[in-house]
T-cell receptor, first 112, second 113 residues
């Protein structure tokens, strides 16, 4: 069974601070996705990383896929209150439409 | 283009009652999913449909049934609701084979008393 472990589980920081959240597994994934979920809404896809070592940037968010495609990180620079939410990572297997494996998420609170 | 829509948004049931959660997508996606989300448990897959005409069990299928009515619609039925089914239910769809990027609906908040 493939599992994705996210850390930390909770994070509360001041506006302007930097932070990194992690998504780790012992399994290899063909790609890895990050979603953000705001209170009362469904998750929204932020990014998909496909190649080992790949780095993608989305404004102040930087996503990295590990070289071995077993782990990923999300780094936020100069966090803002609008970044508050639940961040979920999800791994895709190697075959067709095999369901995604989701981590349990990191709940981020950015205080103004 | 509404994306993924779910009805109802909120529902309260008594133990033993039945109900159907509706989901529709307008993105011409082949695959659709039903998840439940509980505090500390993350998103857990209940059932999915890789294509029209097929359905498969996910991680937590007991107590639920699904119907893929057509390419657009995928419904989730609770035949005899139990308090353990109190949760937030999300429907999702995906269209890119392999990447499986998912688009989620706004959720249904279900309370079973």
């Amino acid at each position: 069974t493939q599992l994705l472990e996210q850390s930390p589980q909770f994070l509360s920081i001041q506006e302007g601070e930097n932070l990194t959240v992690y998504c780790n597994s012992s399994s290899v994934f063909s790609s890895l996705q990050w979603y953000r979920q705001e209170p009362g809404e469904g998750p929204v896809l932020l990014v998909t990383v496909v190649t080992g070592g790949e780095v993608k940037k989305l404004k102040r968010l930087t996503f990295q896929f590990g070289d071995a495609r077993k782990d990923s990180s999300l780094h936020i620079t100069a966090a803002q209150p609008g970044d508050t939410g639940l961040y979920l990572c999800a791994g895709a297997g190697n075959s067709g439409n095999t369901p995604l494996v989701f981590g349990k998420g990191t709940r981020l609170s950015v205080i103004a | 283009n509404a994306g993924v829509t779910q009805t109802p948004k909120f529902q309260v049931l008594k133990t033993g009652q039945s109900m159907t959660l509706q989901c529709a997508q307008d993105m011409n996606h082949n695959s659709m999913y039903w998840y439940r989300q509980d505090p500390g448990m993350g998103l857990r897959l209940i059932y999915y449909s890789a294509s029209e005409g097929t359905t498969d069990k996910g991680e937590v299928p007991n107590g639920y049934n699904v119907s893929r009515l057509n390419k657009r619609e995928f419904s989730l039925r609770l035949e005899s609701a139990a308090p353990s089914q109190t949760s937030v239910y999300f429907c999702a769809s995906s269209g890119r084979t392999g990447l499986n990027e998912q688009y989620f609906g706004p959720g249904t908040r279900l309370t079973v008393t």
